[in-house]
């Protein structure tokens, strides 16, 4: 048994929110009213690809402003392995699980999307997390998976992970189950029932599941290539699943307009069937929702790529990350390519409305310097915090892209940025006063990914 | 070590340094690499990823699995993926995170 089930243990420095057991929070409004404002950030780091000889690592990054090392990377627990390139990760028990005796929101599982090894970090003591798990690559490459991308803790305490590929890097991807201990289960869903994968989100209380797709790892691991593009080597297809039977019920090809469909969020309300999904090459944001016989998915923001000086073919705003506040009123986007964060008010899910955007480095934004430092990339990875006040992001997008688009980062290292927002008269403003800069760390510039929460987030958490 | 062959592979980076490893006939050049504690890039470990492009000038290498990370272009200008490589004879590799950097450009520039 994991020690993910120790009811009588607290947490050493925080308890659990709202003062009780248990890895979540009741409701979405019980996140929002119950949580108090987030201290440390759980970052990925990486040196996968460069030449510094150093594994990636999980940062802990002191985001309490009454603290002394506000805004520092307090703590970076090592990867045993170099070259695992950290992407995507997730914790062991969210607010899905909240009606299940004894669990814990403990354990962050941290995948290697190059290396397909699997990491667990005990996140026990909040500021000095431990790394107590390794599975190894030829575990997952036993169920003919690899490239780990999007964890979810699912209802019963178990862990599901979408994978990219077969073993060898080519396709189909699928699905990974682990058990409450981190042992590998096996294969979630029947093997074949997609060919591409990337993220995916459920719903529990409807019973479905929508996952997207991006590509076969050996199409999207050295770099993005248009002729790949032009061989249909990308996705543009979304995946509506039946979530008890595990098989796809729907698939909705979402054309031209909807080219490498990324990040999936539904609403946070276990009643809603509204979703968003951002496809990042044509850089539109779809609306998914159930019709009733069918699922639906349609644009509802096309953004227009742009003429670049000395560039030959007008900029695609690339839509690479994308979440919706924990009140679901506002949906934020970034636009890696161009350099803004866009806001829109969604209180009519099929109709958004642009609320308020920053721009922040970038190949468009004004790259004004934040405290003198110059932005090396462009807004990325988001995190919200769950009152809607605070919002986060970082630079990196994947080692090799990132060498594609923005070669500077590799020798300056990504920073984390965040913006003051103001939910109620729906704008933002960027905090000059806030700089986490991945440059400054001791073996070297490092690339910054993914964000996440001790006490959940609104790019992970689900309700049942 | 049997008596099998050793193939000395000089690896080279472009900042200029440059390093002599004796590569058996039954490891890669990454492996190789390793052995002699010099870090080069790679994640994989499968031919699918890149990383650890490498581009020989020198000396013939052969994979022992599909390079599925390389398109025919790459192959023919020379690139190998170090993590299933294997020299067949004396080599001369430029190694080293810019030379996967090569492989692809910005296609909007
Ligand atoms: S490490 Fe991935 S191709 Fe060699």
Redesign the pocket.
Known sequence: MSDARKPNETSTDEAQPGGSEGPGYTTPQAAIEESTPEKVAYVMGLYVGTDVDAPDFLGVVDVDPDSESYTEVIDRVEMPNR?DELHHFGWNACSSSCHVEGLERRHLVIPGQ?SSRIHIVDTKDRRNPELTKVIEPEEVFEHDLSAPHTVHCIPDGNVLISMLGDRDGDLPGGFLALDEDFEVEGRWEPPGEIEMNYDYWYQPRHDVMVSSEWAAPKTY?PGFDLDDVEAGDYGRRIHVWNWEDRTVEQTIDLGEEGLIPLEVRFLHSPEATHGYVGAALSSNVFHFHDAGDEWRAERVIDVEAREHDGWEMPVPGLVTDLLVSMDDRYLFFSNWLHGDVRMYDISDPSNPRLADRIWAGGHFGDPAPVQDRELAGGPQMLQLSLDGERLYWTTSLFSSWDDQFYPEEAERGSVMLKADVDPRRGTMQLDEEFLVDFGELPAGPARAHEIRWPDGDCTSDVWR | MSGGSVHETVLSWSAGRETVIGVRADESV?GAAERADLALP????????????GRVVDGWIEHTRP?R?LKDRHLAAGYV????AEPRSDCRIEVGSDVRTELVSNPWK
Do not use: E, M
Not at chain 2, 42 to 53: E, L, P, S, V
Not at chain 2, 81 to 84: E, K, M, P, Q, Y
């Open positions: 070259g190059r691991y | 990454l790679f994640g994989c470990r499968t031919g699918a990823c890149a990383t650890c492009t390079p990370a993926l170090l993590c299933i």
